[in-house]
């Protein structure tokens, strides 16, 4: 009797730790799927003029619009595309028509076009502010030397450039050879709705092999209760 009151605690205990994290999984879904909409309305915004002096917090994905010149000099960042596979990202300076230096992330180029030559000319330019985190411990030093970067690191960047630490992703096409890669929700990663099902499915498998053993309990009991 003691195993089977034992198991029977077991099991509810179980299950209710398992439900309750796959209910709280459901709960940080909802919570993203409210982020990213609003990241997504901010992201497709009306562009309005670059801000004096933009916050990386308050002005993360604001919708621009700037016009000026682009300099020589990018820099290319090492990126897959979905569609076109291995390529870089093309950043390249930017001089506004009211002076400023910031950075204009022109879109992907593929590993074969690396030495073309990009139109340098004048350009209106619709995009978003970022300021993108990509670096941690794994990622390789950057060649600047042979123009091989591994990350979107503004100031790192902006130091090699000469600009202000700002960068711009470009939306609209600022040269036929270039790809606009817009930003977009895609990177926020969003499987809380795995996690639950996961959650859920242990509680399953909890119930199942729990009562499993319970039914072992008895039979086992019953079968010593018939023996002579």
């Given at each position: ?13 179980g ?23 609003e ?6 915004g ?45 950043i ?8 400023r230096?910031i950075?204009v ?17 004048g350009a ?6 970022h ?34 630490p ?13 790809l ?13 709705f ?10 399953v ?17 019953h ?5 002579p």
């Open positions: 009797m003691f195993k089977q009151i034992l198991a029977a605690i077991l099991l509810f205990a299950l209710a730790v398992f439900v309750s994290l796959g209910v709280w999984q459901l709960q940080r879904l909802e919570w993203k799927q409210a982020i990213i909409a990241i997504e309305s901010q992201i497709g009306d562009p309005v003029a670059l801000p004096a002096t933009p916050d990386p917090g308050a002005d993360r994905y604001l919708p621009v619009e700037i016009s000026g010149t682009f300099g020589a000099g990018e820099i290319h960042v090492l990126v897959s595309h979905r569609d076109y596979g291995a390529g870089f990202r093309v390249a300076p930017f001089t506004t028509d009211d002076g230096a950075m992330d022109r879109g992907f180029i593929p590993t074969a076009r690396k030495e073309d030559r990009h139109n340098l000319s209106t330019v619709q995009g978003n502010l300021w993108p985190d990509e670096r941690d411990q794994f990622t390789p030093e950057d060649d600047e030397a042979g123009n091989w970067w591994y990350a979107r690191d503004v100031d790192k960047m902006a130091g090699a450039l000469g600009t202000e700002l960068l711009v992703i470009a939306r609209n096409e600022t040269d036929p050879a270039i606009p890669m817009p930003v977009t929700t895609e990177a926020i990663r969003n499987k809380h795995e996690y639950a099902m996961t959650w859920f499915l242990f509680a498998t909890w119930v199942v092999m729990t009562g499993f053993a319970l039914w072992r309990i008895r039979r086992r009991n079968e010593q209760a018939i023996q």
